[in-house]
């Protein structure tokens, strides 16, 4: 028995439109396997993972918390991988923002103003940018391969937030651990609701760049040159568009959303600078971006839903006693769900047996 | 054993795994597939590897199990890649981020022990050799299979029938497939030997280099031997150069945070991934001689038309 593909005239609008659901249903069914092989329930522990989180108000925060800076890294990475460039040094992009972003609270720390915060923001996404802007230049001008470079750049980006935070911009009154000052009031991102729970300001602007971003991609011309050089760079420069531009708009767009992410969680989530920031946002909005099929509505969704894959994680540790990792293999099994069932779009699949084969072969001679 | 022999020694250690999974990576990009799932494969590698050795008391089967599960964990990327034509790219950090999550799930429970190591095997009159025999024929298995892989492997793409047809799939797979070739066998294999390749260097990880389990031990590794692969120019012997190379760069860099001299550490363990992106820069600018020499299909998936 063997798997045959057949192309499809046109692609499938009814799989477009499926195929994540699928590849959630997928995903949700390998999850059960693999709890029964933990030895634990898996009802119990799909409750827990799925569930449970949404049942309380604080934690419904929570996950606004969590998906925010999801949803702002993977609609950046969206643009970027639409026009064929592979950003994947996200992670490295959102923490020098988060670091270039707290210069001002860091060095100011007295400074209470109303102009702090809008000025960490802009100060985060030029960091995110331009950090960014390293292997688009490296591309366009020394032929450098980006996925590469990009991701190089993620390691050095975690050893200088460390080098920081352990060296010049240690607490002076922190006793000695590896930690910045923490943030004064001005300088900490305001929160949606108090009264119930720590959601904050980051998942307005996970929204408004999504809209932006859908708005671009559908209405405006940049929109459409990102979709033309990224399906076919020749074509793209028949139009009279520049693939060296694009890399650049590319590389520079996704940094800046992935270093507003930094800030915004440095300044919201965390409130101060320490060596460990994110929980692999960079990456894990990876999964986000191809879940949502690079479409920016799509990716606020799968951010959610993402979101709630770190919060059922923490839940499932503590509720079943789940090994806090197995939320990381749930992330890796729905990515893996998600590139197999985009598949359907394009192809019919079949399944041929050798005997099926062999009249179909005689049928045709 | 002087300084001198002794630092050397760490250098083929550390330029070990890194030889192993750019080797690997060279076959399987040589067919045309680019599978960047490599440090998923060293740390699912690294885990089974250490976990076999915990349980069986043999490091042996340990390596034999790592080198294994490295190969069935590649055969995943090659299912999706190669029988449902999924976006190589995305597949392969598909392939990575599966593999950091499953690997600390499964070495949860070891974390802290200590680990077996696979002892050395001297080569009787060679490793008496003066100066070069302790350091070249009194080293591990590991060590001495890394070494005849770039052989073995340069033989076998230059001097063989198979090698050629597996160059001519890499070059042109529509060419290789009107000529009789299985374009999609040939790939499944070659993806599988890269597994198994990447699988033994996380072996060597966790057997050898530091025969323990920490999370996320492969460190980067898969990626600077992704690296070495563009370095290489998709030559094998240019990969045993870049390897020792890199080797000694990682080397000369905890030498120099041992001795201080003031640079903070951070700095110094930059600097590896700095010299990848440095390096790639080098070699890639000259477009004429990086064209030449990438296969042509690389990273392009292949329906026959039967």
Request: glycine share 10%; aromatic share 12%.
């Amino acid at each position: 028995m063997r798997i045959e593909l057949e192309k499809r005239p046109a692609h499938s609008a009814l799989f477009s439109m499926l195929s994540p659901f699928i590849a959630l249903g997928l995903t949700i069914i390998a999850g059960a396997i693999l709890f029964t092989a933990l030895g634990k329930n898996p009802f119990d522990a799909l409750y827990s993972f799925f569930i449970e989180p949404l049942t309380e108000l604080w934690s419904l925060h929570e996950l606004l918390i969590k998906a925010a800076p999801l949803i702002l890294i993977a609609v950046g990475l969206s643009v970027c991988f639409r026009s064929n460039n592979w950003n994947i040094g996200a992670e490295g992009q959102f923490i020098m923002g988060g670091v270039v972003g707290s210069i001002v609270p860091i060095y100011f720390h007295e400074w209470n103003s109303f102009v702090v915060l809008p000025l960490m923001l802009i100060m985060g996404m030029i960091g995110g940018a331009l950090y960014a802007g390293i292997p688009a230049l490296l591309k366009t001008r020394f032929n450098t391969n980006e996925i590469l470079s990009s991701l190089m750049l993620v390691y050095v980006a975690e050893l200088f937030l460390d080098w920081l935070v352990r060296g010049p911009w240690r607490n002076p009154e922190g006793f000695n651990f590896p930690e910045s000052r923490s943030f004064n009031d001005s300088a900490v991102l305001p929160e949606l609701f108090p009264a119930s729970g720590g959601a904050n300001l980051g998942i307005v602007f996970a929204l408004i760049a999504t809209l932006l971003t859908w708005f671009m991609m559908r209405h405006m011309l940049k929109g459409f040159e990102v979709s033309v050089l990224g399906q076919s760079a020749r074509a793209g420069r028949f139009a009279g568009f520049s693939s060296t531009k694009m890399i650049f708009f590319a590389f520079l767009f996704s940094g800046a959303l992935a270093g507003l992410a930094g800030i915004s969680e440095v300044s919201g989530a965390i409130g101060r600078l320490q060596p460990d920031i994110s929980p692999a946002y960079g990456f894990t909005a990876i999964i986000v971006a191809f879940l949502g099929r690079l479409n920016p509505l799509g990716i606020f969704a799968a951010g959610i839903i993402l979101a709630l894959t770190y919060l059922g994680g923490e839940a499932a540790q503590i509720s079943i006693g789940l090994p806090d990792k197995v939320a990381r293999v749930f992330q890796g099994f729905l990515l893996f769900f998600v590139l197999a069932c985009d598949t359907l779009i394009h192809y019919r699949v079949r399944l041929v047996t050798a005997i099926k084969a062999r009249t179909e072969g005689e049928g045709a001679s | 054993m002087t300084l001198a022999e002794a630092i050397l020694l760490t250098i083929t250690t550390a330029a070990t795994p890194l030889l192993l999974a750019a080797i690997g990576e060279l076959v399987v990009e040589r067919s045309g597939v680019l599978n960047l799932g490599v440090e998923g494969m060293i740390v699912i590698g690294a885990v089974v590897a250490f976990a076999a050795a915990q349980l069986t008391g043999s490091a042996y089967l340990g390596a034999l199990f790592g080198m294994a599960a490295g190969c069935l964990f590649s055969l995943l990327f090659a299912f999706l890649t190669l029988t449902l034509v999924a976006n190589q790219v995305a597949t392969g950090l598909a392939l990575t981020i599966l593999g950091l999550g499953l690997s600390g799930m499964i070495g949860e429970s070891f974390v802290g022990q200590r680990g077996v190591q696979l002892d050395e095997i001297a080569i009787p009159f060679l490793s008496s050799i003066p100066l070069i025999g302790n350091l070249l024929f009194n080293q591990d298995l590991i060590f001495y299979v890394s070494i005849f892989s770039v052989f073995g492997v340069s033989w076998f793409l230059f001097k063989t029938r198979l090698g050629l047809q597996l160059r001519a799939i890499g070059d042109s797979h529509g060419s290789a497939h009107a000529l009789g070739i299985s374009v999609i066998k040939t790939r499944y294999l070659a993806v599988m030997f890269g597994g198994a390749c990447a699988g033994l260097a996380g072996a060597q990880l966790s057997l050898v280099y530091t025969p323990q389990w920490v999370e996320n031990m492969s460190a980067g590794r898969g990626w600077i031997a992704l690296a070495l692969v563009v370095f290489a120019s998709w030559r094998p012997l240019r990969v045993l150069a870049g390897a020792y190379l890199f080797g000694a760069v990682t080397i000369g860099q905890l030498h120099a945070q041992a001795l201080g001299f003031g640079i903070p550490s951070q700095f110094l363990s930059a600097l590896p991934y700095l010299a990848t992106i440095i390096v790639l820069v080098i070699i890639s600018r000259n477009r004429r001689l990086t064209l030449m020499n990438t296969p042509a299909s690389l990273g392009q998936s292949f329906v026959p038309d039967r």
